[in-house]
């Protein structure tokens, strides 16, 4: 199988620069596999699962939003926030699903509220993903 460069980049730190098999990440408009030769895109990442392949490794990624960027050099994903899943702290999650149903709360515009009730459902399937 041909290498994908990656680049996986948060604000701590970088995660991971390197070669892989394969990216599966959680597109805004829905899960993406990208592979070496994936045709150039650019994506916002919505709160979920990475999976980076290397051989017969898998290994998962929480993060909390971000962007992609598929071009000739490979894959970059700069994500807001990004832990490895065993480490993944799910009280954290839980404290930013009641901050996300506070703010809905106090929201006065509709729009304000629509797009807070957007990620409050992001937030809420990604713990579902998370306890399975």
């Known amino acids: 199988m041909a290498e ?3 680049e996986f980049v948060s604000p701590e730190n970088v995660l991971l620069s390197g070669e ?3 990216v599966d990440l959680p597109g805004a408009e829905g899960d993406l596999g990208i592979l070496a030769g994936h045709a150039p895109m650019v994506t916002t990442l919505r709160p979920g699962i990475v999976t980076i392949f290397r051989g017969a490794a898998r290994e998962p990624v929480v993060i909390t939003g971000g962007f992609a960027e598929v071009g000739p ?3 970059t994903i700069l994500a807001d926030r990004a832990v490895v899943r065993a480490d993944f702290d799910t009280a954290t999650l839980a404290a930013d699903i009641k901050d996300a149903e ?3 709360t106090d929201a006065t515009d509709q729009a ?3 797009k807070l009730a957007r990620r409050l459902d992001q937030l809420k399937v ?3 993903a998370l306890a399975q």
């Open 4 to 6: 994908l460069h990656f």
């Open 20 to 22: 892989v098999d394969q």
């Open 73 to 75: 050099g490979g894959l």
């Open 102 to 104: 506070e703010d809905i």
């Open 112 to 114: 304000l509220r629509d």
């Open 126 to 128: 990604l713990q579902a």
